[in-house]
């Protein structure tokens, strides 16, 4: 848990919240993360990932009480992502042994559709006996600023919970970049540009630069 434990590696993105949402902003919030909330991959089937929402201190956990989220005006609960991944290079090795078998049995190779076949079936022997791997990325929302952390260090990441953010919430999220910042605060971002006396500055540079050569030639 980065945000219990002190980490400081976090994004922070703005919400626009959607129409209705402070009216009650504890029951949208709480409604939104149950939506969307995670779901184990199941044991045997055909899904390789699952992601959704959890509460903060106990990823398992999925009920999202307002006792469970709320820490003062701050939300606070997780994204989590469970993944099986079968090494390409295993189910490879176990096709060829199965290959060798097949061919001593039948005095023959096996044909396309039944090559095919075992390979899916050994893919999903191996993924049936491969435990999924977890990650969890805390996040923090301040329905009152509007300020939304994510503790993640992976854009990846950042990108996949911020769009299931504004999925299940149906908010609509901006990065604190100079030209966002300018704008919530009313300054026309367009003011960042270069000032003319920059690009005169840099006009001279480069006339006094190309003077200096052609003295030099």
Known sequence: ???LAGA????????????GAASDTKRWLLGGLRRHAFQPLV????????????????????????GAVFQGEHALF??????????PALVKAELA?????????????????????????????????????TKVHDVSFDPKTREVLVWAASRKAIEEVAGALQEALGIELEG????????W?????????????LVGLEVSASAAAKEATDVAA
């Open 1 to 3: 848990m980065p945000l």
């Open 8 to 19: 400081v590696t976090f994004s922070r993105l703005r919400a626009k919240l959607p129409k």
């Open 43 to 66: 044991p045997g089937g055909e899904e390789d990932r699952a992601t959704g929402f959890v509460e903060l201190e106990d990823s398992e956990a999925t009920g999202f009480t307002p």
């Open 78 to 87: 997780a994204w989590r992502a469970d993944a099986v991944r079968v090494p």
């Open 97 to 133: 042994r199965w290959l060798a078998a097949f061919d001593a049995e039948h005095g023959r190779p096996p044909a396309k559709r039944e090559k095919s076949e075992a390979r899916a079936a050994i893919r999903q022997q191996l993924r049936n006996r491969t435990p999924p791997s």
């Open 176 to 183: 604190h970049v100079p030209a966002t910042l300018a704008a």
């Open 185 to 197: 605060g009313g300054i026309d971002p367009d003011g960042f540009g270069p000032t003319a006396e």
